[in-house]
């Protein structure tokens, strides 16, 4: 009895779920890199270019700009595919301002493996779109990218991915509650396939509709647990930007 109260005292006294989580966890045998967001209290954005039209590409780039308004990012990683001058393949939306428009259609690569989907972010909330549901609701979006494959479509993995592909990269990704307030992105440490990284998201992660970001390329910027990745320039750019408390 005395055991039971005590364990009921600290589950009333434990801190609550961070509005910000960066975490590394083990699924299936993988490893990955999570970082889960409170869409209703983080400000997430999409970024490309900077003030004056050029592209930013790097999260140190973003950083730069968003230090001139006393802004930081908190997290950030990838958000789309894009061709080799760094612009988004599919619908990219930025402060409601639309620079490419919805791609309905099938076509080459991971992207045009339908059904693809659109990640938007509206006021206090996201949510993951497969590509002709977000075209037939229509939803308001402060922020879009498209890309593809989806991973997780209401509930269900892609039905192209097959559970023996001999096909590994490393991965990211982004998953959403079924209420939009809970956004999960996450990024393998290690070559998974199409399958697992589904599995990550509709099995661990518990989203109900997932999006494939990219693979190879895919990297994550994650101040928490000390993490920054570098390379060539990125298109898309998805991060939560938070005030600079230096």
């Known amino acids: ?7 009921l005292l600290a589950a009333c006294v434990a801190a609550p779920l961070a509005a910000l989580d960066c975490r590394d966890l083990k699924h299936d045998g993988n490893t990955y890199t999570v970082c889960e967001v409170d869409t209703a209290t983080e400000e997430l954005r999409l970024f490309l270019n900077d003030s004056e039209g ?14 001139q308004d006393g802004m930081r ?9 894009y061709h080799a001058n760094r612009a988004p393949v599919g619908h990219y939306l930025e402060n409601g301002v639309e620079q490419m428009r919805v791609i309905p259609n099938a076509g080459p690569g991971n992207f045009g493996l339908l059904p693809n989907g659109v ?4 006021d206090k909330s996201a949510q993951v779109y ?20 989806m991973l997780v479509i209401n509930g269900a993995l892609h039905p192209r991915f097959l559970p023996d592909s001999t096909s590994r990269y490393i991965r990211n990704g982004v998953g959403t509650s079924a209420d939009g307030k809970r ?19 509709r099995d661990a992660l518990k989203t109900p509709n997932a999006l494939y970001f990219d693979g190879n390329i895919s990297r994550i910027y994650a101040p928490q647990i000390n993490r920054n990745d570098i ?10 930007v938070e005030p600079d408390k230096d």
């Open 1 to 7: 009895m005395i055991r039971a109260l005590l364990a």
């Open 54 to 67: 050029d592209l930013l590409g790097q999260f140190s780039a973003v950083n730069a700009e968003l230090e």
């Open 73 to 81: 990012l908190g997290f950030a990683m990838n958000a789309g595919m």
């Open 119 to 122: 990640f938007c972010i509206a």
């Open 130 to 149: 497969e590509t002709l549901a977000f075209i037939d609701s229509n939803p308001t979006c402060r922020f879009a990218t498209q890309s593809g494959p």
């Open 183 to 201: 956004a999960v992105f996450a990024i393998s440490k290690n070559s998974v396939t199409f399958h697992e990284f589904g599995r990550l998201f």
């Open 231 to 240: 390379g060539f320039a990125l298109g898309p750019i998805v991060g939560v």
